[in-house]
């Protein structure tokens, strides 16, 4: 769990990922649209990623990924950002973490 802590507290915006996973993908793309580029950790890439992995299911995730914290805080999976992003709620939440766009 400290592990992955450590990750989800290195920038303002996490995803807990693996690179098969399709609604991971999709997570990725929606951030990315919002003008964010958020610290993709790919769990089937790291050596730990197994137990960052477990530690997730501990913390009552449905499904381990993806798994998305801002500002060090567990936002939810996919279900809870489509959520918060349809209701208008996830922007403002990423909005200090958005890139300067032309």
Same mark, same amino acid.
């Given at each position: 769990?400290?592990? +992955?802590?450590?990750?989800?507290?290195?920038?303002?915006?996490? #995803? =807990?990922?693996?690179?098969?996973?399709?609604?991971? $993908?999709?997570?990725? %793309?929606? =951030?990315? &649209?919002?003008?964010?580029?958020?610290? #993709?950790?790919?769990?089937d890439?790291d050596?730990?990623g197994?137990? +960052? &992995?477990?530690?997730? +299911?501990? +913390?009552?995730?449905?499904?381990?990924? /993806?798994?998305? $914290? %801002?500002?060090?805080?567990? #936002?939810?999976?996919?279900?809870?950002i489509?959520? @918060?992003? @349809?209701g208008?709620?996830?922007?403002?939440?990423?909005? /200090? $973490?958005?890139?300067? @766009? /032309?």
């Amino acid at each position: 769990m400290e592990a +992955m802590m450590r990750v989800a507290t290195k920038k303002g915006v996490v #995803i =807990f990922s693996k690179s098969s996973c399709c609604m991971c $993908y999709t997570v990725k %793309i929606l =951030f990315h &649209e919002l003008g964010v580029n958020p610290l #993709i950790h790919e769990l089937d890439q790291d050596p730990e990623g197994k137990d +960052m &992995e477990n530690a997730l +299911m501990r +913390m009552g995730c449905n499904t381990a990924v /993806p798994a998305v $914290y %801002i500002n060090g805080q567990f #936002i939810g999976s996919t279900n809870e950002i489509m959520s @918060l992003h @349809l209701g208008g709620s996830l922007l403002p939440l990423v909005r /200090p $973490y958005q890139a300067m @766009l /032309p």
